[in-house]
C-alpha cells in the first residue's frame, strides 16, 4: 500500500469513521492526497463512499477519527473546508433556468469573487470550452455534455485547492467522457487536487492512486500498476469485481 | 405464446419535442427470444423509443408493431404482455419488497404465486429483505426488485430502460448474468445502456445518437467495421503521449482508454503490423522513449466514437 504520497498533502484522513445507529457506513478509514494529485475513489454501492465524502466537505460530522481537507479540520472548521472546495455530483448544480453566463455570474458570488474577478473567468473559460455562442442560452438548452464540462468549470471556479467530483461522467456519451478527463487533468496540472468517483473502470486506470472501498473499509490503494501487480489482474475492473465481490459474501 | 415473427418491429419511426427531434427515421426488428441492446449516450432517444414501444407515447411518423401488434391500435393488448422497468427508481418506496410485488402482480390481474417460477432465481437474491421498504434497499437490490416486478405478470417481452445506471461494476455483471438466465428461458429482453461494455453481454446491438440509429450489429463482430489500423500505445507520461500522438501527420483518431491510448492511423490501407515499429521509433525520437506500441482489434467503443464523428459535427 503506498499511503503517504510526497509532498504536502491537501486531504489527510486519519481513522475516519461514521456510524448510523448500530451500523457502521465509514470504518476508521485512513489516507493521504497529495496536491494536484488525481485521486480515484472506488467502492460498489454501500460500501460507504457517499457517507465518507459527505464528511470530507464538511457536510456531515464524523463518529470518529478525523480528517483534513485543504488544511482545514472537517469537524471544527466545515465552513472554511466549504470555501476552499469545490464540488460537482453526478446530478448537476447549475439552475436549467439561468443561462450560461447567469450561472457562472451566480457562482461566482456565492464564492466570494469580485466583480472583476468573475469577469475574468467568465473569459477564460468561454475560451477554453468553447461556449461564446452559448453565453445567454439558458443551460436547459445546451448539449449534455457541454452542461457536464460547465458544471466542472463553475465547481473550480473560486480556484479551489480540491475538487470532489461524485460520478462525474454518468451517461456521457464516450468522446465527452475523454474530452472530460483531459479537462480534469488540466485542472489538476495547475495544482488543484482532484478527488473522483466513478462507476467506469477504465477511469480508474487514469488516476495517479486509486482507492478500493468495501463494506466502509479502504481494502486496497495504490497506483493502477501497483494494484493490478498486487492482485495479478490485467486490469483495474479485475482487482474491483475481485474485491468488491469477497466484500459481498462476507 | 410469442406469435411468428419478430418480437419488435420498428419502421422509420419519427418523434419529435418541440424544436427537438428525439427520433429520426428509427428501423430495426428484435427476434423472438433475442437479447437485443440499445447502446447510447444520455439523450440518444433510448427512453422516448421505450416510451412509443410500452404505449406511453405515440410516435409522430412511422409504425411499430409489439409482440405482433400495432402500438397505436392495439395498446390495450399490449400492455398486459410486456414487462417495463423504467429508467428511473418506479416501486413505492413506502412499501416492502413483498408489498410492491404483490401490488404488481395484483395491478396485471395475477398472484405473485403465480408468477414465482419465473422470477425465483431473481427473487431468492432479495427474499431475505421481503420485509423491509423497498426505499431502504441498496442500489444493487433496488434494480433486482424492479426487475421482479416487471417480470411478475410473466410477460414475454421484457424492455428494460438502462437497468444499471448508477450501479457498480459488481452488480452490474450480476444483473446482466439474470438476463441472460431469462432469455435463456426463451423471453425476449430489449435492454438500453451508457455502458458500452456490456454491448458484449447482448446478441445484437444498435448503436444510437442524437436520436439516429449509427448501427445494428453483433457485438462481438462490430470491430469489423473500423477501418483504420487501430494502435494501443503505452507510456508512464500520458499527456505528453496523447499530445504528440494527436500531432502525428498519419494521425485519424487518438483516445485514451484506461491505462493505454488508441492510435488510428489515418492510411486505411497499411497494416496496424507494420506500424507498430515505425510508430514506435517516432514516439522514441520525439522523446518518449518508453513507449509501447502494440497493434490491436479494434472494439465496440472504438467503433461507436468512428460513428458519433461520421455523423455529428458536433462531436468533433
Known amino acids: ?250 | 405464446m410469442t406469435p411468428p415473427g419478430p418480437a419488435v418491429s420498428v419502421s422509420a419511426i419519427g418523434k419529435r419535442f418541440g424544436d427537438v427531434v428525439a427520433l429520426h427515421d428509427v428501423t430495426f426488428d428484435v427476434r423472438a427470444g433475442e437479447l437485443f441492446g440499445l447502446i447510447g449516450p444520455d439523450g440518444a432517444g433510448k427512453t422516448t423509443l421505450f416510451r412509443l414501444l410500452t404505449t406511453v407515447q405515440l410516435p409522430d411518423t412511422g409504425s411499430a408493431r409489439v409482440l405482433g401488434l400495432d402500438v397505436v391500435k392495439e395498446f390495450r393488448a399490449i400492455r398486459s404482455r410486456i414487462g417495463y422497468m423504467p429508467g428511473r427508481f418506479s416501486l413505492y418506496a413506502d412499501l416492502s419488497v413483498e408489498e410492491n410485488l404483490r401490488f404488481f402482480a395484483s395491478v396485471f390481474g395475477t398472484t405473485l404465486e403465480a408468477g414465482q417460477q419465473l422470477i425465483a432465481p431473481i427473487y431468492s437474491q432479495i427474499a431475505p429483505f421481503a420485509d423491509r421498504r423497498a426505499g431502504a434497499l441498496s442500489g444493487g437490490m433496488k434494480q433486482k426488485l424492479a426487475l421482479c416486478c416487471a417480470l411478475v405478470h410473466r410477460p414475454e417481452l421484457l424492455l428494460l430502460d438502462e437497468p444499471t445506471t448508477g450501479v457498480d461494476a459488481v452488480s452490474r455483471r450480476e444483473f446482466w448474468d439474470l438476463l441472460e438466465t431469462l432469455r435463456a428461458d426463451g423471453l425476449t429482453i430489449v435492454a438500453s445502456t451508457p455502458y458500452m461494455d456490456e454491448a458484449v453481454r447482448c446478441e445484437r446491438v444498435a448503436l444510437i445518437q442524437h436520436g439516429r440509429i449509427l448501427d445494428i450489429a453483433d457485438p462481438r463482430r462490430i470491430g469489423s467495421r473500423f477501418r483504420h489500423p487501430l494502435l494501443a500505445v503505452r507510456s508512464a507520461e500520458r499527456m505528453r503521449l496523447l499530445r504528440t500522438l494527436r500531432g502525428l501527420p498519419d494521425a485519424h483518431s487518438v483516445y485514451p482508454f484506461g491505462d493505454a491510448v488508441h492510435f488510428a492511423d489515418a492510411r486505411a490501407d497499411r497494416d496496424a503490423q507494420a506500424i507498430a515499429p515505425e510508430l514506435r521509433r517516432e514516439l522514441q525520437r520525439q522523446g518518449i522513449a518508453d513507449a509501447d506500441v502494440s497493434p490491436i482489434e479494434p472494439g465496440i467503443e472504438d467503433v461507436f466514437m468512428e460513428l458519433m464523428l461520421g455523423t455529428s459535427a458536433e462531436a468533433a
Request: glycine share 10%; aromatic share 8%.
Open chain 1, 1 to 250: 500500500m503506498t499511503g503517504a504520497p510526497a509532498g504536502d498533502a491537501a486531504i489527510e484522513v486519519r481513522g475516519l469513521t461514521r456510524r448510523f445507529g448500530t451500523f457502521t457506513a465509514v470504518d476508521a478509514i485512513s489516507f493521504d492526497v497529495a496536491a494536484g494529485e488525481v485521486f480515484g475513489f472506488l467502492g460498489a454501492n454501500g460500501a460507504g463512499k457517499t457517507t465518507a465524502i459527505r464528511m470530507l466537505i464538511g457536510l456531515l460530522a464524523p463518529s470518529g477519527g478525523s480528517a483534513r481537507v485543504a488544511g482545514f479540520d472537517v469537524a471544527t472548521q466545515a465552513e472554511q473546508v466549504k470555501r476552499n472546495i469545490g464540488y460537482m455530483s453526478q446530478r448537476f448544480s447549475l439552475y436549467e433556468d439561468l443561462t450560461v453566463r447567469e450561472n457562472i455570474t451566480l457562482y461566482g458570488g456565492i464564492y466570494g469573487l469580485s466583480d472583476r474577478a468573475i469577469t475574468d473567468r467568465m473569459t477564460s473559460l468561454v475560451d477554453r470550452l468553447d461556449l461564446g455562442r452559448d453565453l445567454d442560452t439558458r443551460v436547459k438548452g445546451i448539449p449534455l455534455g457541454w452542461k457536464q464540462k460547465l458544471a466542472f468549470s463553475v465547481a473550480v471556479l473560486h480556484d479551489p485547492k480540491v475538487v470532489f467530483l461524485d460520478e462525474p461522467t454518468g451517461g456521457v456519451d464516450p468522446i465527452t467522457r475523454r474530452q472530460f478527463w483531459e479537462l480534469i487533468y488540466t485542472t489538476a496540472a495547475s495544482g488543484t487536487t482532484v478527488f473522483v468517483t466513478t462507476h467506469y473502470m477504465d477511469e480508474a486506470e487514469y488516476c495517479d492512486r486509486v482507492s478500493i472501498m468495501v463494506d466502509g473499509r479502504i481494502v486496497a490503494l495504490g497506483t493502477p500498476s501497483e494494484l493490478k501487480a498486487q492482485y495479478e489482474a490485467r486490469t483495474i475492473d479485475d482487482v474491483f469485481v475481485r474485491l468488491a465481490r469477497a466484500g459481498n459474501a462476507a
